[in-house]
């Protein structure tokens, strides 16, 4: 029997080989969405500069008209979500390759989300009140 008759061993777990999944067990799945929301803000970003230039030295009456505007709103909405999703991926990549204690790793990714989460909630909700009118 020669060494190309024996069969390849992998360091995988069967499960692992077939779902294709690495150590990780997430794939390129991270990877791939913090490439679609860089995308996504770089789309979005545009309009959404342009709107914060057109607030600068006016008065909050005049933010809260604009910021109040269904298109203006809508915009700004993707902005948040687009922005709060790519920081939150962003940021957990680093921690699971830079902290190495799991204990650690596990509560700071547990405060990422949080943070990642009350950001996006308190922006939704500020663009949302100004857009309702309230």
């Known amino acids: ?10 360091m995988r777990t069967p499960l692992g080989r077939v779902r294709n999944l690495g150590a990780a ?5 991270d990877f791939w969405r913090q490439r679609m929301t860089g995308v ?5 970003m545009i309009p959404a500069i342009a709107v914060i230039m057109m607030l600068f030295g006016r008065n909050q009456a005049f933010a ?3 910021l109040g505007s269904l298109p203006i709103a809508i915009i700004m909405l993707f902005f948040i979500v687009a922005s709060t999703w ?13 902290v ?14 949080f943070f990642s989460i009350a950001v996006a909630l308190a922006s939704i909700y500020a663009i949302l009140k100004l857009s309702s009118g309230v």
């Open 1 to 10: 029997m020669s060494a190309s008759d024996t069969p390849k061993r992998s």
């Open 25 to 29: 067990h997430s794939g390129t799945g």
């Open 86 to 98: 790519h920081m939150k991926i962003g940021m957990q990549v680093v921690i699971e390759d830079y």
């Open 64 to 66: 809260a008209q604009t």
């Open 100 to 113: 190495h204690n799991e204990k650690l790793k596990l509560a700071v990714i547990m405060l990422n989300n």
């Open 40 to 44: 996504a803000m770089v789309l979005i």
